[in-house]
């Protein structure tokens, strides 16, 4: 008897941020790319597709990214009250190593040349753009039994030297990409007691905020 195929709604449910959990395995070359061809079909102001997807897999690269987030790591340790930083030092916030595989995505903000329909107002649905493509590679590679951990300790100047990004190319995430043992079924940050999700009745607005 076949196994039925998750729904959309059970993605959602599922996605975690990744820290821990990676089996230590390469995702393989067919995998990503049907992960990151789902990130290049997410919607975007005027067509633009202001985003590129940069694969890290290079270890002394992965370990020179890790020692930098591990010192910016330490830094926000330091800066916190001694009740916050104990809650937070148990926490892990990164696979970068463990992973493998990294995937920096990129927003080009001149993508799609000087007019690009529907953004003369809200000029920022060009970065929001490149948003989705993440959300679209988060679910599918969730789908594919494949982790994903947003990394966000580090200085965007770092980043941008040490895989060579060209003037006016933006880092946007360092994503963390392998197949995992398990997925957490709570959040890191709920599970270490850092921050509870709101109730979705707390959210809603009717009408008027």
């Known amino acids: 008897m076949s196994v039925p195929e998750p729904s959309?709604?059970?993605?959602?449910?599922?996605?975690?941020?990744?820290?821990?959990?990676?089996?230590?395995?390469?995702?393989?070359?067919?995998?990503?790319?049907?992960?990151?061809?789902a990130a290049h079909r997410a919607p975007s102001v005027g067509n633009s597709q202001p985003w590129d997807f940069i694969v890290v897999r290079n270890r002394e690269t992965l370990t020179r990214f890790a020692a930098h987030v591990a010192d910016k790591r330490v830094e926000f340790h330091d800066s916190l009250p001694p009740e916050r930083a104990a809650t937070f030092e148990p926490i892990k916030i990164e696979g970068i190593t463990e992973s493998g595989t990294g995937i920096v995505v990129t927003h080009d903000d001149s993508r799609g040349g000087p007019q690009i329909l529907?953004?003369?107002?809200?000029?920022?649905?060009?970065?929001?753009?490149?948003?989705?493509?993440?959300?679209?590679?988060?679910?599918?590679?969730?789908?594919?039994?494949?982790?994903?951990?947003?990394?966000?300790?580090?200085?965007?100047?770092?980043?941008?030297?040490?895989?060579?990004l060209p003037p006016g190319i933006r880092p946007v995430a360092w994503l963390c990409v392998g197949p995992v043992h398990e997925f957490q079924q709570t959040p890191d940050l709920e599970r270490f007691g850092w921050r509870d999700r709101r109730p979705l009745e707390d959210a809603i607005h009717w009408e008027r905020y």
């Open 8 to 37: 959309i709604y059970d993605v959602i449910r599922q996605r975690r941020d990744v820290r821990a959990e990676y089996t230590g395995e390469l995702v393989d070359d067919a995998t990503l790319l049907r992960i990151l061809d």
């Open 118 to 164: 529907g953004r003369a107002t809200v000029p920022e649905t060009g970065l929001y753009s490149t948003i989705l493509a993440i959300q679209n590679l988060w679910l599918a590679a969730t789908s594919e039994g494949v982790g994903v951990g947003w990394v966000s300790f580090y200085d965007a100047p770092f980043l941008t030297e040490l895989i060579d």
